[in-house]
């Protein structure tokens, strides 16, 4: 369908506004400038019903008045630099070298975000979707806490979709599910005493060791699942307490990052490390991470580290409309797969049971890195695929 292709003008523009993007800086709760901006751009390409609702989520609008509704949801925050004296282009540069835009955020998922306002333009401009609507949501906070704001939408906004497509990258593949994941907290007690009397204590870091050992071979015997893969547990930061360095350590603390496959839950993955401990002697607490931050607009957002795996069937017809949807922009079938890592979609699916699927721009192995960059074509591809599943969903 043609008339849903942006023209050579829209591509500039929709490229000039994913610059403006990768250029403001939106390190999680502090997303307001780049919520300013994409308001702004929601605006000028003329999408009803525009607001920024309590915990700061930019959404608007395109489409019927009633209807069913398809949400196009892509998250506005990224992670910080960790090092820029790394990165060969300015990691706020968003520099444009052939068909590739380099900066923060450019692969995760700011691509996908400018890919979502313009497919709802090409909507907007052509009168499209017969019948239904699409509601745009950005959302904050999905680094540190995916899920969080898609609920605030949804539970207390009062914003029900029928159908959700997640614009973070797939490398323009079909993804129909992901691993959930736990973020837990292990305190290793032991007893205090001189260094010069290591036998009067009882150090926390050698019960430590014998545990993170025990968890490493529980690592290779966790539940796997013919789609999705085996769950994983990795120990990602270690750290003891002492009254001093020639003192014996009575406290060492881990972190545990628990990725869930099907059929694995929080009180298995609970378990199978009590255990561990309980095999290998160790005293020890372990509990679930907690989240707490107030945003942007001042809501203070609290959430329990615990994030759901989900799967969609392929046979869903949200998939098989996602499905003809990017054949029609991609002239092959794309490739229906999952994403290793967790997104908005372990409330979506995992809590709200909304069916929910996968599409966008970047390849998901560059998110995080290092000069991160995206295809300028497939941006302005995935575009016309939004565009293309409102139609696919309720008619054109």
């Not at 023209?7 to 400038?33: C, G, H, K, N």
């Not at 209807?67 to 910080?80: E, Y």
């Not at 001093?244 to 009180?267: F, H, K, Q």
Request: with cysteine.
């Amino acid at each position: 369908m043609t008339k849903l292709r942006l023209t050579r003008d829209e591509r500039a523009q929709l490229v000039a506004f994913l610059q403006d993007l990768v250029r403001i800086p939106s390190p999680s709760t502090q997303e307001e400038p780049l919520a300013k901006r994409v308001l702004q751009e929601m605006e000028r390409l003329g999408l009803r019903d525009i607001r920024t609702d309590r915990i700061g989520n930019v959404i608007g609008w395109v489409g019927r008045e009633d209807g069913p509704i398809l949400m196009l949801n892509g998250h506005m925050d990224t992670v910080t630099v960790s090092n820029p004296a790394a990165w060969r282009h300015e990691p706020f540069g968003a520099v444009v070298e052939g068909r590739r835009l380099y900066g923060l955020g450019a692969c995760d998922m700011k691509g996908g975000l400018a890919a979502m306002l313009y497919g709802a333009y090409l909507l907007r401009r052509t009168g499209l979707p017969a019948r239904g609507r699409v509601v745009v949501a950005c959302v904050v906070q999905e680094e540190p806490c995916e899920g969080l704001a898609s609920r605030v939408l949804i539970e207390e906004e009062g914003v029900r979709p029928d159908w959700v497509l997640i614009a973070e990258p797939t490398d323009m593949a079909v993804t129909r599910g992901q691993r959930g994941r736990m973020e837990l907290e292990v305190t290793v007690h032991g007893r205090a005493a001189h260094a010069s009397r290591p036998a009067l204590g009882e150090n926390a870091i050698y019960a430590a060791a014998r545990l993170v050992f025990g968890l490493e071979l529980l690592a290779g015997q966790l539940g796997d699942d013919p789609f999705l893969g085996p769950g994983t547990l990795a120990v990602t930061e270690i750290r003891s307490h002492a009254s001093s360095r020639n003192a014996i350590p009575d406290r060492c603390d881990l972190v545990v990052d628990r990725r869930l496959t099907l059929g694995e839950t929080e009180a298995m993955a609970l378990a199978e490390i009590h255990r561990v401990m309980a095999r290998e002697a160790v005293r020890a607490d372990i509990r679930v991470a907690e989240f707490s931050a107030t945003s942007y607009t001042g809501y203070p957002g609290y959430i329990r580290k615990v994030y759901p795996s989900w799967v969609i069937d392929e046979t869903h017809p949200l998939v098989t409309a996602l499905v003809r949807a990017a054949r029609s922009r991609l002239r092959h079938r794309p490739p229906i797969g999952h994403w290793a890592f967790s997104t908005e979609g372990a409330y979506t699916a995992g809590i709200a049971g909304i069916p929910t699927v996968g599409f966008g721009p970047g390849d998901p192995d560059r998110a995080h890195t290092v000069d991160e960059w995206v295809d300028i074509d497939d941006v302005c591809t995935a575009a016309e695929v939004y565009a293309q599943l409102a139609v696919e969903l309720m008619g054109g």
